[in-house]
């Protein structure tokens, strides 16, 4: 029951899957359609096999199909569709009834789920172009000032290097990146299903499905880490205004508050980290949540590592 009700798709959850362009237009193609096989399909969206089957899984809640295999709107999907033709976008109010609607609820899931925030980081170019850069500058800004280092979701204290901080923090990026991929691919199973093309291609449903789609994660990396930064910030602001908030290094209260700041900036870290993976790798957003989590207790254990291997 826990399970079932972990994988049900929110109505945010189906908002996100209906921003991906690619489901919007087989939404709009089989809906002007009426009916459509999946041959025709594929031709019309111009699209690979493994891209179209992937996606009408994904919105197999808004698509069925007739006895001839055509596939076909649900009710759902009608009103979805009809939704898209009038204004162009989907909202959740869209797939609610009307006394199921909830305010708190949906600003609740925004905070922990936040798929919103990666919408115009997708899909507006002048949006990417900006905050990625404006939020990695900040950030070796800050780094540099308190001499932090990043590695995964943890600061490590270096010498005042320019250079090889801002290295390390795009370094880090890069660790961030390849361990989200690898799991968004291992945990959709991609790797494991059978009869849906090759193994690339069904990698390539998932993550590497373009270049510039990588490009727009890899990006988007450097705004989800921002909440990380919360850690340097105040170590920033103590330091400069001399404000006595950390106490003296190397005593207890030290190690104390420290490791509560970094803790707190790792959970303000991890919806962001969430929405991320599932939107830029295609997720629901349990499986996501699961990815984000191995990182978040496989950057402890690295943590500990490595101060247990300086004391040594």
């Known amino acids: 029951m826990l399970v079932a009700a972990l994988r049900e798709p929110s109505e945010d959850e189906l908002v996100w899957l209906l921003r991906y362009k690619t489901r919007r237009r087989i939404l ?4 002007d359609a009426g009916k459509i096989s999946a041959t ?3 031709d019309t969206l111009k699209i690979s096999t493994g891209s179209l089957y992937y996606n009408l899984r994904q919105l197999r809640r808004f698509v069925t199909q007739d006895g001839d295999k055509n596939y076909m709107l649900t009710e759902e999907g009608l009103r979805v569709y009809r939704a898209l ?3 162009g976008t989907i909202t959740a109010a869209d797939l609610m009834e009307q006394n199921q609607r909830s305010r708190v609820l949906s600003i609740f899931k925004s905070m922990f789920f936040p798929l919103w925030l990666y919408t115009p980081l997708y ?3 002048t949006v990417f172009m900006i905050l990625p850069a404006l939020s990695a500058i900040l950030s070796v800004a800050l780094l540099i000032y308190t001499r932090q280092a990043p590695l995964m979701l943890h600061f490590y204290r270096v010498e005042p290097n320019v250079l090889r901080i801002a290295g390390q923090y795009l370094l880090n990026i890069g660790i961030l990146y390849i361990l989200s991929t690898v799991l968004s691919i291992i945990f959709s199973g991609a790797l494991f299903r059978g009869g849906e093309g090759g193994l690339m291609a069904r ?3 998932i993550a590497w499905h373009s270049i510039w789609d990588e490009v727009k994660f890899v990006g988007a990396l450097a705004v989800a880490q921002l909440p990380l930064m919360l850690y ?3 170590l920033s602001v ?7 908030i950390i106490p003296a290094e190397r005593t207890a209260q030290y190690y104390l508050v420290t490791g509560t700041l970094s803790t707190i900036s790792q959970v303000l870290a991890l919806p962001l980290l969430t929405g991320l993976i599932a939107y830029g790798r295609r997720l ?14 496989t950057s402890h254990v690295v943590f500990q590592a490595v101060t247990f291997a300086s004391v040594v």
């Open 28 to 31: 709009l193609a089989i809906g």
């Open 284 to 297: 629901d957003g349990a499986t996501a949540a699961l990815a984000a989590l191995i990182i978040f207790f």
């Open 232 to 234: 340097p910030a105040i």
């Open 203 to 205: 990698i390539r449903s």
């Open 123 to 125: 899909e507006q170019r």
């Open 85 to 87: 033709k009038e204004k």
């Open 40 to 42: 025709t399909l594929r």
């Open 238 to 244: 103590n330091r400069l205004f001399s404000l006595s």
